[in-house]
C-alpha cells in the first residue's frame, strides 16, 4: 500500500470505484434532473435553479450538504493521522478546529443569517464585496476565493488518490483524473440541487460505514473487540512508542502539546477554509431565510461526529495494531512519510479487516472526495459566471448564456483541479504539508470577509490591507520561523509545526488587525440597501416559491420566507440565536470541555475511555438522523405531491423541495 507495502486490493477494483460508482451516481441524476425538469418548476436550465437552487432549500438538507461538503478526504485521514501521532487528543482537536470544523460551522451560521439580511439575491458573497467597494477589492477577493477553493479541491484529489493507489495499486495521476470526471458530468445535469441530493447520499453512506468500523473495533473484531482491550493496547503502546509532549507519553490524554500546536493551526486555517470558500456561501444563498441557521447549527453539530467518530476508531486502531502481525507495515512501525500521506486509516482498516475493510474504506473516501468535489465545482463556476463573466465579459449576459458558461466553467475547473493535484504530486508536496500551509496563504482575508456582510464601517483601504497585509505577515512569519528554528528551508523544515502555526496566526490576526484599525481611523457608513438591491426581482416577481395550493404549514413558511426578505429586520432575532448558539458552543468546544483536561494533565481511566467511546457513538447516530431522516421527513409532501403528479393522480402542482 506504499512503495514498501504491496496494494490489498487489486487495480480493478481502484478503476471500478473511480470510475463505475462515479458514472453510476452520474447516471442517477440524469434521471433525477428530467424528473426534475418534467415536473416541478425547478428547471436546471435557469441560472437561478442551476447555481442557488432556487433559494429553497429546507434546513435539513442543508445541514446534510454541509457534512457532505466538507467531509473530505483530507479530514478523514488527517483527522485519523492525528490519533495516530498524538493519540485521543487529535481527533477532538480535528473535530473542533479543523478545515471546514465545527466551531468555525457554528460561526458561519452568523454569516448566513447576516446574507439574508443583507444581501438576499447575492449569487455569491463577491457580489457583494464588489457592489460595496468597487472593482480593486473585487479583484483581491476574487484572488482569494479561487486561491482558497483551488488549494481546497485540490487537497481532497491528493489526498483521495494518494489511498486509491495505496489500496489498490491504480495510477495516481490516473486517480486524480478520473475521480473528479463522474462528478462533473453529474453537476453539469443538475447543478446546486444536484450536489445536495447527491451529497445526501453519500453522507448517509459515510456515516453507515463510520458505524461499521466502529462496530466492529469496539464490539466484534477479533483483533480488538472491546473498548476496555482497546485502552489497554493503548497503554501497552504508549510504553513502546510513546508520544513527544504528551503527558507520560500516553495515547490516552488531552494534555498534548503537539496536539494543541496543530489545534491552533487548524483554526486558522479552518477560518480561511470556511469563510472564503464560495461553497460554504452558497448554500446560505440556497437555504430558505428562515432556515439558513438551523441549518448550519446542525450541520455543525452534525459534521463532528464524522471525522471524531471515523479517527476515534481508526486512528487509535492503527496505534493499538501497529505491533500486531496482520498491520501492513509489521514489523516495523509506519514511516513519517506514510504517516504525512495519510495512511494511517487505510492501514488500520486493513489490520481490522483485510479486504473486506479496504474495500470499506475506499468507498467511504471516493463518497467524500466526490461529493466534497461537486461543491467546489459548483462554488467556482459561480464565481466564475457571476464575478468574471458577468462583471467584466459581458455585463448584460442573458440567463441562457450564464447557463452556458456554468457548465463550461465545471469541466474547465475539473481539469484545473486535477492538474493542480498532479503538480503537488509531481513536486512531492503530500496532503499533510498542504493541510497545515493552506490557512497562511488564505487567513489575512478571513476578517475582512466576514466583515463586508457584518460591519457597515468596514472601508475599502481597510479590507484591501487586511488580506494582502495577512498574506504578506503569513509567508514572512512562516519561512523565518522555519530558517531559525531549523537552520534551513525545504520541504520537511516549512511543513514543520512551529513553522506553519506562526504563519497561521500571523495571516489571520494581522488581516483582523489592519482591516479594523485602518477602518477605525475613518469608519465607513454604509448603507445595506445597496446590497439588498442586488439582483432584486422586479415589482410582482418573487425568488421564493411556492406550491399552487400550498398546505397550511406551507403557507406558513412561505409567508414567513417573504416577511424576511421584505424586511430584514424579522431576522434580527434569529441573528441574536445565531451569535448566542454559536458563541455557546464554540466556547464548550474550545474551551470548557478540552482545556481543563489538558491543564490538569488528566490520563483516561478505562471507564472516562469508555464513555468517551460511547459519547461517539451516540454522536454519530445523532448526525445520522439529523442528515439521514431529517431531511426525508422535511421533504415528505414533495414526494407525495410529486407521485401524485407524476402519476397523474391530481392536479396538484410540484414546485418546491
Same mark, same amino acid.
Given at each position: 500500500m506504499s512503495a514498501d507495502v504491496a496494494p490489498i486490493l487489486p487495480q480493478g477494483a481502484g478503476y471500478g470505484v473511480v470510475v463505475g460508482i462515479g458514472f453510476f451516481f452520474a447516471l442517477v441524476m440524469c434521471f433525477v434532473s428530467y424528473i426534475q425538469n418534467r415536473y416541478t418548476q425547478y428547471s436546471t436550465h435557469t441560472s437561478e435553479e442551476f447555481n442557488t437552487a432556487s433559494r429553497s432549500v429546507e434546513p435539513g438538507l442543508i445541514a446534510s450538504g454541509v457534512v457532505s461538503a466538507w467531509t473530505w478526504a483530507a479530514t478523514l485521514l488527517q483527522s485519523s493521522t492525528v490519533a495516530y501521532e498524538y493519540g485521543i487528543s487529535g481527533p477532538f482537536w480535528v473535530c473542533s478546529n479543523a478545515a471546514g470544523a465545527t466551531v468555525q460551522i457554528f460561526m458561519f451560521a452568523v454569516l448566513a443569517c447576516k446574507v439574508k439580511q $443583507?444581501?438576499?439575491?447575492?449569487?455569491?458573497?463577491? &457580489?457583494?464585496?464588489?457592489?460595496? !467597494?468597487?472593482?480593486?477589492?473585487?479583484?483581491?477577493?476574487?484572488?482569494?476565493?479561487?486561491?482558497t477553493n483551488i488549494l481546497v479541491a485540490? +487537497?481532497?484529489?491528493?489526498?483521495?488518490?494518494?489511498?486509491?493507489?495505496?489500496?489498490? @495499486?491504480?495510477?495516481? !495521476?490516473?486517480?486524480?483524473?478520473?475521480?473528479?470526471? @463522474?462528478?462533473?458530468?453529474?453537476?453539469?445535469?443538475?447543478?446546486?440541487?444536484?450536489?445536495?441530493?447527491?451529497?445526501?447520499?453519500?453522507?448517509?453512506?459515510?456515516?453507515?460505514?463510520?458505524?461499521?468500523?466502529? #462496530?466492529?473495533?469496539?464490539a466484534t473484531n477479533d483483533l480488538i473487540g472491546s473498548p476496555s482491550k482497546m485502552y489497554d493496547l493503548l497503554q501497552t503502546a504508549s510504553l513502546q512508542r510513546p508520544v513527544a509532549g504528551n503527558?507520560? @507519553?500516553?495515547?490516552?490524554?488531552?494534555?498534548?502539546?503537539?496536539?494543541?500546536?496543530?489545534?491552533?493551526? +487548524?483554526?486558522?486555517?479552518?477560518?480561511?477554509?470556511?469563510?472564503?470558500? +464560495? @461553497?460554504? %456561501?452558497?448554500?446560505?444563498?440556497?437555504s430558505r431565510p428562515t432556515g439558513a441557521v438551523p441549518a448550519y447549527i446542525m450541520g455543525g453539530f452534525a459534521w463532528f461526529a464524522i471525522p471524531f467518530g471515523f479517527a476515534t476508531t481508526l486512528g487509535l486502531a492503527a496505534v493499538a495494531l501497529t505491533s500486531n502481525p496482520r498491520f501492513p507495515t509489521y514489523p516495523n512501525s509506519m514511516t513519517s512519510a506514510q504517516v504525512s500521506a495519510g495512511l494511517s486509516a487505510p492501514f488500520?482498516?486493513?489490520?481490522?479487516?483485510?479486504?473486506?475493510?479496504?474495500?470499506?474504506?475506499?468507498?467511504?473516501?471516493?463518497?467524500?472526495?466526490?461529493?466534497?468535489?461537486?461543491? &467546489?465545482?459548483?462554488?467556482?463556476?459561480?464565481?466564475?459566471?457571476?464575478?468574471?463573466?458577468?462583471?467584466?465579459?459581458?455585463?448584460?449576459?442573458?440567463?441562457?448564456?450564464?447557463?452556458?458558461?456554468?457548465?463550461?466553467?465545471?469541466?474547465? #475547473?475539473?481539469?484545473?483541479?486535477?492538474?493542480?493535484?498532479?503538480l503537488w504530486h509531481g513536486i512531492g508536496i503530500d496532503l499533510g504539508w498542504l493541510f497545515l500551509v493552506m490557512g497562511l496563504l488564505i487567513g489575512g482575508a478571513v476578517f475582512p470577509a466576514a466583515f463586508t456582510v457584518t460591519w457597515k464601517g468596514q472601508t475599502r483601504l481597510g479590507a484591501i490591507s487586511g488580506a494582502v497585509g495577512g498574506l504578506c505577515a503569513g509567508l514572512i512569519a512562516w519561512l523565518v520561523e522555519a530558517k531559525v528554528y531549523y537552520g534551513t528551508l525545504n520541504v520537511t523544515t516549512t511543513g514543520g509545526s512551529?513553522?506553519?502555526?506562526?504563519?497561521?496566526?500571523?495571516?489571520?490576526?494581522?488581516?483582523? *488587525?489592519?482591516?479594523?484599525?485602518i477602518s477605525y481611523i475613518k469608519p465607513d457608513n454604509f448603507d445595506w440597501e445597496v446590497t439588498r438591491a442586488i439582483n432584486a426581482p422586479e415589482?410582482?416577481?418573487?425568488?421564493?416559491?411556492?406550491? $399552487?395550493?400550498?398546505?397550511?404549514? &406551507?403557507?406558513? &413558511?412561505?409567508?414567513?420566507?417573504?416577511?424576511?426578505?421584505?424586511?430584514?429586520?424579522?431576522?434580527?432575532?434569529?441573528?441574536?440565536?445565531?451569535?448566542?448558539?454559536?458563541?455557546?458552543?464554540?466556547?464548550?468546544?474550545?474551551?470548557?470541555?478540552?482545556?481543563?483536561?489538558?491543564?490538569?494533565?488528566?490520563?483516561?481511566?478505562?471507564?472516562?475511555?469508555?464513555? %468517551?467511546?460511547? *459519547?461517539? #457513538?451516540?454522536?454519530?447516530?445523532?448526525?445520522? #438522523?439529523?442528515?439521514?431522516?431529517?431531511?426525508? %421527513?422535511?421533504?415528505?409532501?414533495?414526494?407525495k405531491t410529486l407521485v401524485i403528479e407524476i402519476f397523474g393522480l391530481g392536479k396538484k402542482k410540484v414546485v418546491n423541495t
Open positions: $443583507n444581501a438576499p439575491y447575492c449569487h455569491t458573497f463577491l &457580489e457583494i464585496v464588489y457592489h460595496r !467597494y468597487g472593482t480593486a477589492t473585487h479583484i483581491v477577493f476574487v484572488f482569494f476565493a479561487l486561491l485540490s +487537497q481532497l484529489l491528493l489526498g483521495g488518490s494518494a489511498v486509491v493507489t495505496a489500496l489498490t @495499486g491504480m495510477n495516481v !495521476y490516473a486517480a486524480t483524473f478520473l475521480i473528479p470526471l @463522474g462528478v462533473c458530468v453529474y453537476v453539469v445535469l443538475g447543478g446546486l440541487r444536484a450536489t445536495f441530493l447527491c451529497d445526501y447520499s453519500h453522507t448517509v453512506i459515510v456515516m453507515i460505514i463510520i458505524l461499521y468500523f466502529m #462496530f466492529s473495533v469496539y503527558q507520560d @507519553g500516553s495515547y490516552l490524554t488531552l494534555k498534548s502539546n503537539y496536539g494543541l500546536v496543530f489545534a491552533v493551526i +487548524q483554526l486558522c486555517s479552518g477560518m480561511g477554509t470556511v469563510f472564503l470558500d +464560495q @461553497g460554504y %456561501w452558497q448554500r446560505a444563498i440556497a488500520g482498516a486493513a489490520a481490522l479487516l483485510g479486504e473486506k475493510g479496504a474495500v470499506a474504506l475506499l468507498l467511504t473516501l471516493f463518497m467524500a472526495v466526490t461529493s466534497s468535489s461537486s461543491a &467546489e465545482l459548483i462554488a467556482v463556476s459561480s464565481i466564475l459566471t457571476f464575478d468574471i463573466y458577468k462583471v467584466y465579459v459581458k455585463p448584460s449576459a442573458t440567463p441562457k448564456q450564464l447557463i452556458m458558461v456554468s457548465h463550461v466553467m465545471i469541466c474547465v #475547473f475539473g481539469v484545473v483541479m486535477a492538474c493542480v493535484a498532479c512551529y513553522p506553519t502555526m506562526a504563519g497561521n496566526l500571523a495571516s489571520v490576526l494581522t488581516g483582523l *488587525i489592519l482591516t479594523m484599525a415589482a410582482g416577481q418573487s425568488t421564493v416559491m411556492q406550491t $399552487n395550493q400550498p398546505v397550511p404549514d &406551507e403557507e406558513k &413558511e412561505i409567508t414567513a420566507d417573504k416577511a424576511a426578505v421584505a424586511d430584514p429586520t424579522r431576522l434580527q432575532r434569529t441573528f441574536v440565536v445565531a451569535v448566542i448558539a454559536s458563541g455557546v458552543l464554540s466556547l464548550l468546544m474550545d474551551v470548557v470541555i478540552p482545556i481543563p483536561m489538558f491543564l490538569s494533565h488528566y490520563v483516561f481511566s478505562k471507564p472516562f475511555f469508555t464513555a %468517551w467511546v460511547v *459519547i461517539s #457513538f451516540l454522536w454519530v447516530f445523532a448526525a445520522l #438522523f439529523l442528515c439521514g431522516i431529517l431531511p426525508v %421527513w422535511e421533504t415528505r409532501r414533495f414526494f
